[in-house]
């Protein structure tokens, strides 16, 4: 087992190389060295908010391990004062399939989210030059965490912008999270409209489940959008931009903007690439559009990073043993009767 506490010590001081092994991983699955089945989306038709979500996969390569996150929203804890995600991590013998670890798994999850967002980041503005106006609508745990990861790519930022819904919560994310950064100025914008209007790249990272953001003129000055929560943008705005994704299958599901793009057009040629091709070269990322990257979150980055999490805690003397969890493994005699 290893504990929360112990996922949050073994990933501290770490982020270049977790970026590094996200990135690795996107490559891994381009190559085809992975599998990645549909998410399971458990739903309760008594609590329709709410949601369990299962990602198995397997990831090949050097890394060869398997596993599964099991993951569930809850978007009422926030008024509870706990965080809307909770997770847990299984990692798998590529061998005998025994279960060999157990990991906290929302900040795994975080954490891997975050490295995505910023991996995109880095290679989707490398022809426009570094975005000096930042803008997060939403600002929850993975808007904290993905400003944490595209902090440790140096950009030199002259201002931050935030919008939620929840004033309060913009407030509490302006001088909690980003007042952190001394020196950089931040705007709490009381629109969308005005925060994306000021901001070469915008972090989506709501709760919305239906797209709120529906005018393509708010985007004439062609930022780059992390489209991390999936949901916010009308059809209008996606078919007005570069759409990059990171698995095409996985991301046309689950009423996403880009899936719901799909529905209304019948095709998906308003798709241009995946990361993948982004990053192998395979598609060149025009400086003079609208880019949106959607990442569905692929369940192989879980695992990557989880693995290494593991590996690391095991170093650092973090992980606990449950002796005797696996009781009966003699086929034909009862551990009991030995
Ligand atoms: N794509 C991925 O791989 C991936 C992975 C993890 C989480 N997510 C998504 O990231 C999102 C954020 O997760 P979180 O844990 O930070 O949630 P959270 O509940 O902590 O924060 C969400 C924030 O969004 C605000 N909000 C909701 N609707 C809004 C709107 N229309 N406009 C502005 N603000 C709005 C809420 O007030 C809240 O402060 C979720 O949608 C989650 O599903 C995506």
């Known amino acids: ?11 501290e001081g770490r982020r270049a190389e977790v970026l590094d092994l996200v990135e690795d991983a996107y490559r891994l699955h381009g190559a085809g060295h992975t599998v990645n089945p549909p998410s399971y989306f458990l739903r309760f038709p008594d609590r329709p908010a709410s949601r369990i979500i299962a990602l198995p996969a397997s990831v090949g390569g050097d890394v060869g391990v398997d596993g599964i996150k099991w993951i569930s929203s809850f978007p009422t804890n926030v008024e509870l004062g706990i965080p809307r995600a909770s997770a847990m991590l299984v990692l ?3 061998v005998t399939g025994y279960p060999f670890a157990c990991l906290e798994g929302s900040i795994i999850s975080a954490v891997r989210t975050a490295a995505s967002a910023a991996v995109a980041a880095r290679h989707l503005t490398a022809k426009r030059g570094a975005p000096r106006r930042i803008g997060f609508i939403g600002t929850g745990l993975i ?4 400003h944490t990861y595209l902090g440790e790519l140096g950009w030199p930022v002259e201002e931050f912008g935030v919008f939620d819904l929840n004033e309060e919560y913009a407030r509490s994310f302006a ?6 950064d001394t020196g950089t100025p931040v705007t709490v914008h009381s629109t969308a409209e005005e925060l994306i209007r000021s901001s070469d790249l915008v972090v989506l990272a709501t709760t919305a489940a239906a797209p709120h953001i529906t005018d393509p003129d708010w985007f004439s000055h062609h ?5 991390v929560s999936l949901r916010d943008l009308s059809t209008a705005i996606v078919l007005d931009s570069v759409n990059v994704v990171d698995d095409v299958d996985h991301v046309l599901q689950a009423d ?3 899936h719901l793009t799909e529905q209304q057009t019948g095709g998906r040629d308003f798709l241009h690439a995946t990361l993948n ?3 192998t070269g395979e598609y060149t990322v025009p400086a003079d559009r609208t880019v949106v990257f959607s990442p569905f979150g692929l369940g192989l980055l879980d695992l990557v990073v989880g693995s290494n999490v593991h590996r690391w805690a095991r170093a650092a003397g973090e ?3 449950v002796d005797g969890f696996f009781h009966d493994l003699d086929r034909h005699q009862s551990a009991g009767t030995r």
């Open 256 to 258: 996403t903007s880009v």
């Open 92 to 94: 798998n013998d590529r």
């Open 223 to 227: 930022p780059v959008v992390l489209h």
């Open 1 to 11: 087992m290893v504990s929360g506490a112990a996922v949050h010590r073994s990933l």
């Open 175 to 180: 001088g909690q999270v980003l007042g952190a």
């Open 277 to 279: 091709d982004v990053l």
């Open 319 to 321: 992980v606990t043993t």
């Open 143 to 146: 808007a904290r965490y993905i």
